[in-house]
Nanobody, 123 residues
C-alpha cells in the first residue's frame, strides 16, 4: 500500500513561517503529480499547491506569493514552505499523490491521501 506521511504542522503567530514535508512510501512504478490541500474550519478541502514530476507548479490564489512547493524525487518527498502566515491559513493540511502502480496491479493510475497535519496561525 502506498502511503503518505505529513509533518511540520504547528501553531505559530501571524507573520511566521512553517515548512511542511510529505514522504511517500510503498510500491509504485512512479510518483506523478503531488500536492498540498487544506481544509479550513467549516470549509471544503481546497488546493494549496501541486507539482508535477517535471516540476510544473500550480498554486491556489489565496497562497500565491507566500507559499512555495518543492519536490525531491530522490527522497520521494514534497515540501511546502509557508511564509507570512495569516490566521486565515489555519487548517488541516493534506498531502495527495497521483501515482502509477507497479505492474501488474490494476488500475495502473491511482491517487492516495495522507492523514493531514494541522496548522494554526494566531493573531
Amino acid at each position: 500500500q502506498v502511503q503518505l506521511v505529513e509533518s511540520g504542522g504547528d501553531s505559530v503567530q501571524a507573520g511566521g513561517s512553517l515548512r511542511l514535508a510529505c514522504v511517500a512510501s510503498g510500491p509504485f512504478f512512479s510518483l506523478d503529480t503531488m500536492g498540498w490541500y487544506r481544509q479550513l474550519p467549516g470549509q471544503q478541502r481546497e488546493l494549496v499547491a501541486d507539482i508535477s514530476r517535471a516540476g510544473d507548479v500550480n498554486y491556489g490564489d489565496s497562497v500565491k506569493g507566500r507559499f512555495t512547493i518543492s519536490r525531491d524525487n530522490a527522497k520521494i518527498t514534497i515540501y511546502l514552505q509557508m511564509d507570512n502566515l495569516e490566521p486565515a491559513d489555519t487548517a488541516v493540511y493534506y498531502c495527495k499523490a497521483h501515482y502509477t502502480a507497479t505492474v501488474p496491479a490494476r488500475p495502473r493510475y491511482r491517487e492516495v491521501w495522507g492523514t493531514g497535519t494541522p496548522v494554526t496561525v494566531s493573531s
